[in-house]
């Protein structure tokens, strides 16, 4: 089946330091991707959609500014976290829909701890 | 937007007894519901799903059922086994205005003791 690569799938880092996330789409090309975000034993949360060679689309309540989503290719999608702080830890996972069968797949998960 | 309720948030029973488990959704515009199994740390994998123009879908000792007019669907594990131990989640899609996403209900988490 379609693969959806993240990485990294840890990074700890310090208050204050941005950090990127890839999501690289292996087999397919997609041209729109999601973000989610989810809280230990929560939910995933659709944090915004992203389109090749066009800004993201955020839900309403995620800061844009603070989560910087650029998708400049059909295979790639990046998250950038930006000053980081603690409460921006979580688990972050990207998805994309494969144009031939529809269906959505997940990348591993990228958990982000900042200090 | 759409808000998607899932029923119960816990789960358990006995090995080879059945589970259900039941999502309704808000936006009668949805048109696919998938199922995804979620184990601790990883990512969620699709077990089933189905799309608003059929009423049940089967696949071994799963199925799903989707009732359009009252707007919710159900998840049925049959002949549950220790390793069906996980957190589902039940989806629906919603259109978010350059394409399609999907909303996921907050997850039941099944416990299948031996």
């Known amino acids: 089946g379609a693969v959806v690569s993240q990485h990294p799938s840890r990074v700890i880092c310090k208050s204050g330091t941005s950090v990127k996330i890839e999501c690289r789409s292996l087999d397919f090309q997609a041209t729109t991707m999601f973000w989610y975000r989810q809280f230990p034993k929560q939910s995933l949360m659709l944090m915004a959609t992203s389109n090749e060679g066009s800004k993201a689309t955020y839900e309403q309540g995620v800061e844009k500014d603070k989560f910087l989503i650029n998708h400049a290719s059909l295979t790639l999608s990046t998250l950038t976290v930006t000053s980081a702080h603690p409460e921006d830890s979580s688990f972050y996972i990207c998805?994309?829909?494969?144009?031939?069968?529809?269906?959505?797949?997940f990348g591993e998960g990228s958990r982000l701890t900042v200090l | 937007g759409e808000n998607v309720e899932q029923h119960p948030s816990t789960l358990s029973v006995q090995e080879g007894d059945s589970a259900v488990i039941k999502c309704t959704y808000s936006d009668s515009a949805s048109n696919y519901f998938p199922w995804y199994k979620q184990e601790l740390g990883k990512r969620p994998q699709l077990i089933i799903d189905?799309?608003?123009?059929?009423g049940e879908k089967k696949d071994q000792r799963i199925a799903v059922t989707l009732n359009k007019t009252a707007k919710h669907f159900s998840l049925h594990i049959t002949e549950t086994q220790p390793e069906d131990s996980a957190v589902y989640f039940c989806a629906a899609s919603t259109y978010r205005g350059s394409g399609y996403a999907l909303n996921f209900g907050k997850g039941t988490s099944l416990l299948v003791t031996p």
């Open positions: 998805s994309a829909i494969s144009g031939f069968t529809g269906e959505l797949f």
């Open positions: 189905i799309r608003s123009n059929v």
